[in-house]
């Protein structure tokens, strides 16, 4: 079930998987900062408005580089409270391009406090399989 959509970025919940599905577009080339903050905290408004456990996030189309500023504010106001509702998993399908990944990658890991497991895939069924895989949950 569709639950936000721009031309940014679509957010999906599929209740039978609790799951919450955040693809982006190629047209982030030219979203700003507001842009990418109201979305992201979008997410953690329809994580918490569906009782998701997981999140599924497709970053292949993602073209806007990720500062170091915006890092850190991403730890602070979407992960932490996606900590805080019991989030389970996140899996990331991301860009070939190394940079863009790479800005990714340091936006979690910039907290040590990091609750749950979150793994990087370039294939989207190996994400949703890991992603739904209950061990040690």
Same mark, same amino acid.
């Given at each position: 079930?569709?639950?936000?959509?721009?031309?940014?970025?679509?957010?999906?919940?599929?209740?039978?998987?609790?799951?919450?599905?955040?693809?982006?577009?190629?047209?982030?080339?030219?979203?700003?900062?507001?842009?990418?903050?109201?979305?992201?905290?979008?997410?953690?408004?329809?994580?918490?408005? @569906?009782?998701? %456990?997981?999140?599924?996030?497709?970053?292949?189309?993602?073209?806007?580089? =990720? *500062? $170091?500023d915006i890092q #850190?504010?991403?730890?602070? @106001?979407?992960? %932490?409270?996606?900590?805080?509702?019991?989030?389970?998993k996140i899996s990331? =399908? *991301? $860009?070939?391009?190394? #940079?863009?990944q790479l800005s990714?990658?340091?936006?979690?890991?910039?907290?040590?406090?990091?609750?749950?497991?979150?793994?990087?895939?370039?294939?989207?069924?190996?994400?949703?399989?890991?992603?739904?895989?209950?061990?040690?949950?």
């Open positions: 079930m569709e639950v936000f959509n721009n031309k940014y970025c679509v957010l999906s919940y599929a209740d039978k998987s609790q799951t919450l599905d955040q693809i982006w577009s190629a047209e982030t080339e030219n979203m700003t900062i507001e842009d990418y903050k109201n979305i992201q905290l979008n997410t953690v408004k329809q994580f918490k408005d @569906n009782c998701a %456990k997981r999140i599924y996030v497709y970053l292949k189309d993602f073209r806007w580089p =990720i *500062v $170091p #850190i504010w991403t730890n602070y @106001n979407i992960i %932490k409270p996606l900590i805080n509702a019991n989030i389970l990331y =399908i *991301v $860009p070939e391009e190394f #940079i863009t990714m990658e340091q936006t979690l890991e910039e907290d040590e406090e990091q609750k749950f497991p979150y793994k990087y895939f370039t294939n989207e069924k190996e994400a949703r399989d890991w992603l739904l895989f209950q061990k040690n949950l």
